[in-house]
Antibody, heavy 118, light 106 residues
Framework: EVQLVESGGGLVQPGSPLKLSCAAS????????LNWIRQAPGKGLEWVAS????????YYPDTVKGRFVVSKDNAKNTGYLQMNNLRSEDTAMYYC???????????WGQGVMVTVSS | DIQMTQSPASLSASLGETVTIECRAS??????LAWYQQKPGKSPQLLIY???SLHTGVPSRFSGSGSGTQYSLKINSLQSEDVASYFC????????FGGGTKLELK
């Protein structure tokens, strides 16, 4: 069974860093892309980061480029999202999700809440 | 960026009814479209990919169609467990989502 479990969320002040983790099981982590998608309270979905299977290429939308860094440790079956210089508009539920390629998100984690507030 | 416009934003339907949700892309996405269901307090779940392919374990009352810039999700014989929000997503370019449709029972 494919499982993705996020951790590391919490309440932080504006300008602070935070690192999220995504523990994967039930599939060959090293052969799949790892992605992060967020959802602000009561709002829609926004893609925030993708990394290819071997970790050599990363992709971000302009809203987080230069502040967020996605990585994956295939030996530990774990992905990460390092978020720097957090803003109030980054407040959201953050989901990690798998893709086989740069396509649809076929399995999602349960999500982790990040709140940026003073 | 490719913009995805989803309609309606909300929908009320009766049990057993057929429901259709539309999604329009700002340019041709060549069937690179997925549909997701999100129940309250839960993560999104994949329903349809490649515009019309049913994901593993998804009931056959769900179906997808469309091409070019216009796509739709149809739910036949609405069940109570189908109450949820539905989102479309294009993956022809960097992924973008529609604004969502909240489906409620009448």
């Amino acid at each position: 069974e494919v499982q993705l479990v996020e951790s590391g969320g919490g309440l932080v002040q504006p300008g602070s860093p935070l690192k999220l983790s995504c523990a994967a099981s039930g599939f060959t982590f090293s052969s799949n892309w790892l992605n992060w998608i967020r959802q602000a309270p009561g709002k829609g979905l926004e893609w925030v980061a993708s990394i290819n299977p071997d970790g050599s290429s990363t992709y971000y939308p302009d809203t987080v480029k230069g502040r967020f860094v996605v990585s994956k440790d295939n030996a530990k079956n774990t992905g990460y999202l390092q978020m720097n210089n957090l803003r109030s508009e980054d407040t959201a539920m953050y989901y990690c999700a798998r893709t086989r390629g740069s396509d649809y998100f076929d399995y999602w984690g349960q999500g982790v809440m990040v709140t940026v507030s003073s | 960026d490719i913009q995805m416009t989803q309609s309606p934003a909300s929908l009320s339907a009766s049990l057993g009814e057929t429901v259709t949700i539309e999604c329009r892309a700002s340019e041709d996405i060549y069937n690179g479209l997925a549909w997701y269901q999100q129940k309250p307090g839960k993560s999104p779940q994949l329903l349809i990919y490649n515009a019309n392919s049913l994901h593993t374990g998804v009931p056959s009352r769900f179906s997808g169609s469309g091409s070019g810039t216009q796509y739709s999700l149809k739910i036949n014989s609405l069940q109570s467990e189908d109450v949820a929000s539905y989102f479309c997503q294009q993956y022809y370019d960097y992924p973008t989502f529609g604004g969502g449709t909240k489906l409620e029972l009448k």
